[in-house]
Each structure stands twice: as structure tokens, then as C-alpha cells.
């Protein structure tokens, strides 16, 4: 069976966690090797609508797991957001070319846009890389836990409604602004709105980032 | 309350039912909407004066005028429409001899993020109404004279199918407006699933936005290739008769030393080959802070001859109101937004 051309296999949900408020964490059994920063396809339920998540669990783990935001009068998430440990929801192969080459890199996410990032790190691809994580408040820094153990890895976090020790007090954009200097041969990769992608580009490419080293992703 | 202006015909009849009445009464709505041109609901003579007053209760008629324009020393002209009140769309009118386009926004901002879109970079704000697409074309002031609309306005069409496809029924049904679809084109950055619902639901033209025939090439340009490959995209295109009235065209933006070299052409002549087509090629127009540069004229000639020698029919489209930014990717109303904005 086909969704949107990829083939589709129906997965049990094995966990689900409300994570903060209105975002939720679920994982499903998994059916297909993938790529750090790949996408799936979720349906649900059998004749609902599918949409594209990234995919937030490691390349050798043994299940997919994935990160959503409820928006509200959405044709899925409020509904996904109800799914229980042993339903079953469709899933797609894996698909899509966000990933890293292996190379040292910088990460730049908000909100959601963190979970292709926090699979690159649970698979290991995270040594001498950087992560500027963008957020309203602590608990918006979905997965910091993750990224607050790896060595060799730098992590900033941009909170711009509360002020915290260890946050930098602002937004991504302030951030990459008035306080840090890029490597231009440095890939930076991008994940969130697209406000965000397309403003941290620009700034990028201001500070000497050649626009071929800036991969973005946009939540669409 | 809701727009009577911008529904299909099949929405018609649930509000005659609502209002009780007959349901033929959808179709005299539609051609008193469509056909007739009226901007007042009292102008629907043939609908029971009950009839009518039940309609003005519930629904607004739903014109609403450009609230300015702009004219460029080409002719074209550049329309501003609000939306809500803090938001605003662009379309542009391109006169040109025996041919005026309107360029039609689907949405307040876009998601896409093309890296050389000036409409990128105001991100996101809403989609349009299948009546708010539709005033663009009934409320501009040079509406007879239009001979083709396109949907490459603000926004990518495909994010907002459901509204351009009902946009799209109404401007050529025989209830509707009743246009030929070859006087219409929506373009799209390839977004495959809905692209797929798109070619199978409406007999429009459409054109891909390409601007490189390298998928690793294309994602620096356009993050959609991150997430609908170029391949997949064609392969689409492919399974679909273009041979026919219909027409594909791809968009093929001139950018010097990125996608303007021989290895382009021959790389395009590959992703096309024997795919009835063809490509337009368009001049950068620079927006604020882009690392991109136009191809200089001669590249371009020379661009353009090679494919047509190797069998790709490609012409170089016009650039029409630059200087009012009404050009290709220049159309924005972020300043405006940001003007809207209240302090603090």
C-alpha cells in the first residue's frame, strides 16, 4: 500500500508523553531503516488525513519516534494527540534529504524543528557540532536533556520571554546577530517556521555563510 | 458573517436550502454572482424578496476594492488588497498588446522559503478564501480586459488547494464564470501530494517552479527539494498527457554562475527529455541581502538557444514592473505588517 508514493506499513504506538503543554512525544514500532533527519508520513485514523513529521529517534533505535505541536482545528494532531499505547496508526518509509554529511555542523531549530536534530544526536552524529535552540520559555527547549550530555557539543539556548541562568536571553535571530561569529565553511542546517529559517538565513549569509552551506527544513 | 461571492455552486445550493429555498435558486445566485457582475444582494430580482432578506441576515455580498495601486512606466500596475486588518495581498496587472494577465496572491506570505522570493520573507500569515482569490480578479478596475490569470502571486497554491481549487471551478464552470482553463495558470514550488489532487481535479495549466535541474543544487535554492525530490516531482509530471490542450511549463529563474552553465542545459535536456513542455526563463530581479546575481543578457541568449537546439522549447519571459516591485518574486506586503504592528 502507497501514501503520497512511499509504502505504508501499520504501526502500534508503543508510548506517548505530553512532553509540555499541548506538544506531544509518540513512538511507534519501527519497519524501516532511515537517515537522521528524515521524515515519515503519519495517517490517522484509517481514512484521516496524513501529514509529514520528522522523525526524532536515532538511527539505531528500534522504534520511530516523533515530536508534534496540537494546532488547533487541525485535521490531525488534536487527534493524534489522543492515540494510546497499542492503537495503530499508518506510517510512511522514511523520506526526505535533510540530513548531515558527516561533517562538523551548526544546528538552528524552534520549536518542533528540534526533533530531526535530537535524531542526528541519538544516532552520534553530534561531535564538534553546535546547536543554537530557540524557545519562549524553559519548557520550550523540548529535548535539552538530550543535548545538555553530549561532549564535544555546543548549546546554546535563546529564551526569549523569561530571563535563567544558562539561557541567552533573546531570539535565535538576536542570538546569531549580535553574538556569534559562523565558520562560513561550516554547514548550517535549519528546522522551524518560516519565519525563523528564512530570517537566520539572511543573517547567515550577512556574516559570510555561503547559501549553499545553509540547508533549511520548513515545517509546511 | 460569511461571503456569498466565492461559492461554488454546490455551496449555493446549502444556502438556498438554509434559507429555504427552491433549489434552482443556487444556480440564479451563481449567475447573478458570476455572470451578471452584481456587487448588492437586492440585485438578485429572480430570488424572493424573503429570500433575500434572509441572505442579508446571514451572508455579506463580499467585494471588497483595491485600497491602492501603484503604476509602473510599463504599464503594469500593482494592486493592494486588505486582508483582515492588519494584512495585505498584492496582485499584479500586466497589459501587454492583445494580452492582460492578472497575477493572483493564494496566500498572506508563504511558507516555501525560496532563497531569491521576496514573499518568503515575510513567512506565513494565511491562507486566502476562495473569496479573496476571486476579488482580486472581480474587484480590479481592468477586469474586462483581462484575457489570463496566473496563480504566482504571494503564496504557493498547492499549500492552499482546497481555496484554489474552488477559486478555480468558479472561473471556468458554466454556472461560474465560465473561462476556458487555457486562460489559466497556477504555478508551484512541487509539492507532490497535492500537485497529484491538483492535475486530477481542475484542467488548468500548470508550471513548476524548477530553477535547477540538480536536486542538491536545487535545496540551497528551494528547501521544498529537502522533502519532495526533484525526480518524484517529474516522474509525476510524466504519468500525466501534456500533449494535449493542457500545458506544463517550468520556471527557470537565471541566476549568474549557479544554474546558467552548459552543465544546466544539459542537465535540464536529461530532466525533460521527451516531456511536451516548456521553459520560461526569467531575469533575477534582486531583493534585499541576496547573495544572487542575474545571468547578464548574453547568458541568457545563449542559455535559451541551446536548449531550443536541443529540442526544449524555452522563451525568456518579459520583465514587467520592476519598479514598482510587481516583478517575478518581488511581490511583499511585510512592510506593511510590520507598519500595522502596534508599538511596544
Not at chain 2, 1 to 6: D, I, N, R, S
Request: hydrophobic share 35%; charged share 25%; glycine share 8%.
Amino acid at each position: 500500500m502507497k501514501m503520497n508514493n512511499k509504502t505504508v506499513y501499520k504501526a502500534r504506538v508503543l508510548f506517548r508523553e505530553e512532553i509540555a503543554k499541548g506538544v506531544f512525544v509518540l513512538r511507534f514500532t519501527r519497519d524501516f531503516p532511515f537517515k537522521a533527519g528524515q521524515m515519515l508520513w503519519v495517517r490517522y485514523p484509517d481514512d484521516g488525513p496524513a501529514r509529514l513529521y520528522s522523525i526524532a529517534s536515532g538511527e539505531e533505535e528500534p522504534f520511530f519516534e516523533i515530536l508534534f505541536d496540537v494546532v488547533e482545528n487541525g485535521a490531525l494532531t488534536p487527534v493524534l494527540s489522543k492515540v494510546l499505547p497499542g492503537e495503530s496508526v499508518w506510517i510512511s518509509e522514511p523520506t526526505g534529504k535533510f540530513t548531515n554529511n558527516g561533517e562538523p555542523a551548526v544546528w538552528i531549530a524552534t520549536g518542533t524543528g528540534i526533533a530531526p536534530f535530537v535524531s542526528m544526536a541519538r544516532t552520534g552524529l553530534f561531535h564538534h557540532n553546535m546547536l543554537i535552540q530557540g524557545g519562549r520559555s524553559r519548557n520550550s527547549f523540548y529535548y535539552h536533556e538530550v543535548f545538555e550530555k553530549l561532549p564535544f557539543f555546543r548549546y546554546v539556548k535563546c529564551m526569549s520571554r523569561e530571563t535563567g541562568e544558562g539561557y541567552f536571553q533573546g531570539r535565535v535571530t538576536d542570538f546569531i546577530k549580535n553574538s556569534y561569529q559562523p565558520l562560513p565553511e561550516r554547514q548550517h542546517l535549519l528546522c522551524g517556521s518560516a519565519e525563523m529559517v528564512v530570517e537566520v538565513r539572511d543573517l547567515l549569509i550577512g556574516k559570510g555563510v555561503p547559501f549553499n552551506n545553509i540547508i533549511s527544513e520548513i515545517y509546511f | 458573517m460569511e461571503a456569498l461571492y466565492g461559492k461554488t455552486l454546490e455551496e449555493l445550493k446549502e444556502v438556498a436550502a438554509r434559507a429555504g429555498l427552491p433549489s434552482f435558486s443556487a444556480k440564479q445566485m451563481a449567475t447573478w454572482l458570476y455572470q451578471k457582475h452584481i456587487n448588492d444582494i437586492d440585485q438578485m430580482t429572480d430570488i424572493s424578496k424573503k429570500g433575500r432578506d434572509y441572505l442579508k441576515q446571514n451572508y455579506i455580498f463580499g467585494l471588497t476594492p483595491p485600497v491602492k495601486v501603484q503604476v509602473s512606466a510599463d504599464g503594469t500596475k500593482k494592486y493592494l488588497y486588505t486582508h483582515g486588518e492588519r494584512r495585505y495581498i498584492e496582485a499584479a496587472y500586466i497589459p501587454d498588446d492583445d494580452r492582460a494577465t492578472l497575477c493572483v496572491s493564494s496566500q498572506v506570505g508563504c511558507k516555501m522559503g525560496c532563497l531569491f522570493c521576496m514573499t518568503g520573507k515575510q513567512g506565513f500569515q494565511a491562507n486566502l478564501t476562495s473569496n479573496e482569490i476571486l476579488n482580486q480578479i472581480r474587484s480590479l478596475p481592468e477586469r474586462e480586459s483581462l484575457t489570463n490569470v496566473v496563480y504566482m502571486g504571494m503564496g504557493e497554491p498547492m499549500d492552499n488547494l482546497d481555496n484554489v481549487l474552488k477559486s478555480l471551478s468558479i472561473l471556468t464552470a458554466e454556472w461560474g464564470y465560465g473561462w476556458s482553463p487555457k486562460r489559466i495558470t497556477v504555478s508551484t514550488v512541487g509539492i507532490l501530494p497535492a500537485m497529484k489532487d491538483f492535475i486530477e481535479k481542475s484542467q488548468v495549466h500548470l508550471a513548476l517552479s524548477l530553477h535547477s535541474p540538480f536536486e542538491d543544487e536545487r535545496k540551497t535554492l528551494m528547501p521544498v527539494e529537502n522533502v519532495y525530490h526533484l525526480p518524484e516531482v517529474i516522474s509525476l509530471i510524466r504519468s500525466y498527457d501534456w500533449s494535449r490542450q493542457r500545458r506544463i511549463s517550468f520556471e527557470y529563474i537565471m541566476f549568474k554562475g549557479i544554474n546558467d552553465t552548459p552543465r544546466h542545459v544539459n542537465g535540464l535536456t536529461r530532466l525533460l527529455n521527451g516531456l511536451p513542455c516548456r521553459i520560461n526563463l526569467i531575469r533575477f530581479h534582486s531583493i534585499p541581502g541576496t547573495p544572487l546575481e542575474s545571468s547578464d543578457e548574453e547568458t541568457i541568449k545563449e542559455f535559451k538557444d541551446k536548449l531550443n537546439a536541443k529540442g526544449i522549447l524555452t522563451t525568456l519571459r518579459a520583465s514587467r514592473g520592476q519598479d514598482i516591485y510587481a516583478a517575478c518574486g518581488l511581490l511583499s506586503t511585510k512592510e506593511l505588517v510590520k507598519k500595522q504592528k502596534p508599538e511596544g
